[in-house]
């Protein structure tokens, strides 16, 4: 691994409180809606790439978490 790389397992759990978060407001609430999210995360592992690539590769992944859940609901 590399210097200030974070292994799959608190990236996964980070993503995964987030969600929880998310049901749990929704459980409670009270609102007549209902909040949904999708999450796309790049943790930077050292200066072989820029911010805005970095920031790129999340958006990419946040829009295939998108379409993922989207093609589930359908």
Known sequence: RSPGQISPGPRRD??????????????????????GLSVGQAFIQGPDRSFEEYLKLADERMYREKFRKAAKNE
């Open 14 to 35: 980070l993503t995964r409180a987030i969600e929880v978060g998310t049901e749990d407001y929704n459980k409670s609430s009270g609102e007549p809606f209902q909040l």
